[in-house]
């Protein structure tokens, strides 16, 4: 059974360009979390989200950032016109139920 | 609010010694708490995770927890440290799960260094 698969696992965008970052969860979860660790720091809350529904987005940043979760294909976390302060690793979680996350590896942005 | 303190920043202990990670948390009600492993570059990994009954908990690669309602405490313990065991080590804390889900709070975590 195949983990949490995160892509890519390196981002590099330039300043005002769009980062889109991929997470496919484990088979047969569908609950997703998305957590941004900042360098030298825990992981933070970002969204969770059930297929087609956001249920829970209060750690998202109110502009820039947006998550989806279509019913077919992995999860998607979007940041438009990235600045140097959304460089951070960005982690996806997923969970059968309500109870234990799994976490893939994560993709890591840098912003120039 | 929830929250996660690991006061430890940075720990080292020799290779074969005995290790204990602290961790406090502050949650309002009953707490669902965690401990993951993370390498270099790499995602997190579960060691271990209580949601109740007995209050010590064992996990993976030898590691085990226990739970402190009174001290709010959920301290990770290893008999004997082994070199591939240096990492970083976060505490975390969720609740009950609900129809709004079980986000996570983490404490900032507590990098392992191993002396052989």
């Known amino acids: 059974n195949a983990g949490v698969m995160q892509n890519p696992r390196h981002l590099v965008r330039r300043r005002g360009q769009e980062a889109r970052l991929r997470c496919s969860p484990m088979?047969?979860?569908?609950?997703v979390y998305w957590y941004r660790q900042l360098p030298e720091e825990g992981l933070k809350f970002m969204v969770y989200l059930q297929k087609e529904n956001i249920i829970d987005e209060s750690g998202m940043p109110k502009e820039r950032f947006s998550a989806e979760f279509p019913k077919e294909g992995p999860s998607i976390l979007r940041i438009q016109q990235v600045v140097r302060g959304d460089s951070a690793a960005y982690f996806c979680?997923?969970?059968?139920?309500?109870?234990?996350?799994?976490f893939g590896p994560g993709t890591r942005l840098l912003v120039l | 609010a929830q929250s996660v303190t690991q006061p430890d920043i940075h720990i080292t202990v020799s290779e074969g010694a005995s290790l204990e990670l602290r961790c406090n948390y502050s949650y309002g009600a009953t707490p669902y708490l965690f401990w993951y492993v993370q390498s270099p570059g790499q995602g997190l990994q579960l060691l271990l995770k209580y949601f109740s009954g007995d209050t010590l908990v064992q996990g993976i690669k030898g590691f085990e927890a226990e739970f402190k309602r009174s001290q709010s405490s959920f301290n990770l313990r290893k008999p004997s440290v082994h070199w591939s065991d240096a990492a970083e080590y976060f505490c975390a804390v969720g609740g009950a799960p609900t129809g709004g889900g079980n986000k996570l709070t983490f404490g900032t975590g507590t990098q392992l260094k191993v002396e052989l």
């Open positions: 088979k047969g979860h569908s609950h």
């Open positions: 979680a997923s969970a059968r139920g309500q109870e234990t996350q799994y």
